[in-house]
């Protein structure tokens, strides 16, 4: 059964940084494209950051410039470095293999406060 276990959340003041790690197992994890969404209390789940098989990447705007995806495919591992983090950061933040319809980690919250 495959597996997405993600880490590296927790509490950070405004202008903070965080690293969320995604570890995938039982999956041949360099031949997904894979990404970060975040949900907030409230409000739909949203695509932060996206990387392909071939290392490109895209973002939302409202991360842009501040958060950086990347993956270490020898891992199995994908990360999201969060910068400059804004209380508007503040969701749990889910890792996902293989689009929409593949998989979905449980979730680590990430909560932006002084």
């Known amino acids: 059964q495959v597996q997405l276990v993600e880490s590296g959340g927790g509490l950070v003041q405004p202008g903070g940084s965080l690293r969320l790690s995604c570890v995938a197992s039982k999956i041949t994890f360099s031949v997904y494209n894979t990404g970060w969404y975040r949900q907030a209390p409230g409000k739909q789940r949203e695509l932060v950051a996206h990387?392909?098989?071939?290392?490109?990447?895209n973002y939302a705007d409202s991360v842009k410039g501040r958060f950086t995806i990347s993956r270490d495919n020898g891992k199995n591992t994908v990360y999201l470095q969060m910068n400059s983090l804004k209380s508007e950061d503040s969701a749990a933040y889910y890792c996902?293999?293989?689009?929409?319809?593949?998989?979905w980690g449980q979730g680590t919250q990430v909560t932006v406060s002084s």
């Open positions: 996902n293999v293989g689009g929409t319809q593949g998989y």
């Open positions: 990387i392909t098989t071939g290392g490109n990447t």
